[in-house]
Each structure stands twice: as structure tokens, then as C-alpha cells.
């Protein structure tokens, strides 16, 4: 069992940026691969980011590639996503989410129907 509480989300203006943080406890094999997922009512969720922690190595959508960030903290149990030129429609509940090895590996990382656990989600609202 993994447990996932994200934190930092708010309101910012477009232009704006925020981090985003999500802190993994429990079986730390079932959270090597770690993504952030954003969702609005009545939209499919959508992956933003993911990081496998083995390798450092970062996935990214075309809407989150060169204005967000996925980081992991030295404990390897925190990751971050920073944001950057936050746009209206970046606004979302932003999820957490954690899986094993075999999603990143497999190149799933962005797929949320192979994560496992998930966080309760943090609210980020970029206003125009």
C-alpha cells in the first residue's frame, strides 16, 4: 500500500507559476514511478508529468513539455512538479499518482489507468 498527500495548489493569475508537492509513504516498490495527473468535471483525467525514480528519467505531455518541471526530492519519497506560465487552462484538480516499476519502464507513465494509488488532489486555478 502507498499513500499519497499532495500539497500547494492555489489561485494565480495566468503568467504565474507554482510547485506542487506530493509526499509517497508506505511500500516504496509500488511508487518508483510517480506522475502528476490534472482533471477537470466531466473531462478524462490527463497525465502532466512523470518521473521514474530508478533513473531520474522525466516523462512529459506536449501541453507540460518546457513550462512544468517533475523533480524528486533527495529522499526520493517527495516529488515535485513545478509550474510555470500558468494559463487558464491549466486550471484543474491536479492528482498524484504512483505505481511500480514496470509502468515507467514499459513507457505507460501517462496512462493513468495503470497507477495504482492516488492522492485526494489539490486544487490549481490560473485566472486570465
Known amino acids: 500500500q502507498v499513500q499519497l498527500v499532495e500539497s500547494g495548489g492555489g489561485s494565480v493569475q495566468a503568467g504565474g507559476s507554482l510547485r506542487l508537492s506530493c509526499v509517497a509513504s508506505?511500500?516504496?516498490?509500488?511508487?518508483?514511478?510517480m506522475a502528476w495527473f490534472r482533471q477537470t468535471p466531466g473531462k478524462e483525467r490527463e497525465g502532466v508529468a512523470a518521473?521514474?525514480?530508478?533513473?531520474?528519467?522525466?516523462y512529459y505531455t506536449d501541453s507540460s513539455q518546457g513550462r512544468f518541471t517533475i523533480s524528486q526530492g533527495n529522499a526520493k519519497n517527495i516529488v515535485y512538479l513545478q509550474m510555470r506560465s500558468l494559463k487558464p487552462e491549466d486550471t484543474a484538480m491536479y492528482y498524484c499518482?504512483?505505481?511500480?516499476?514496470?509502468?515507467?519502464?514499459?513507457?505507460?507513465?501517462?496512462?493513468?489507468?495503470?497507477?495504482?494509488?492516488w492522492g485526494q488532489g489539490t486544487q490549481v486555478t490560473v485566472s486570465s
Open positions: 499518482a504512483a505505481a511500480g516499476d514496470s509502468v515507467c519502464v514499459a513507457r505507460w507513465s501517462l496512462q493513468y489507468s495503470k497507477y495504482d494509488y
Open positions: 508506505g511500500d516504496t516498490k509500488s511508487s518508483r514511478c
Open positions: 518521473i521514474y525514480a530508478n533513473s531520474g528519467i522525466t
